[in-house]
């Protein structure tokens, strides 16, 4: 039996996702400029809870912001399971440097990014294949009223 070669390229299922997608929201940036559709999901006296999607052809990722004084105070991200979890959590190493703090229970991985001006946290599963389930960016001062936090309680 004679076999052909195959020529098929073979991608990772993070479709070139760039975590520079987010930049737009990050804490401390103004919310006026930034574009997309957003659907207010809790107003109270001094804060917004807005919810967008950031949308390629072939992802969509769910974002929430807390905004405040038209100010973005923390960002909430769930991310796709299909997502590898080695290819974002580098991208995260890249860009933010080796995580601060570890923690492990069964098979739940969360790292944490203690910062001057940021607290990021990353959370990631494993199964049969690892992936990523939520980023969280809050600015340091106002990591204690992040979404982050109330989802925690």
Sequence with gaps: MMYQPLKAKVEAPNYHFSIDEFNS??????????????QTLRKTATTLLLKTEIKKERYHIPLFITVEKNMVIDMYAKLPSYFL???FFESLRKKYGKQTGYKKKDEHAVYTWEREDLSITYSAACTITCFPIFL???SQQNKKKSLLQQLKF
């Design 136 to 138: 969280s960016i809050a």
């Design 25 to 38: 929201y990050l804490p401390n940036q103004s919310i006026e400029p930034l574009s997309g559709q957003f």
């Design 85 to 87: 979890h080695d290819v």
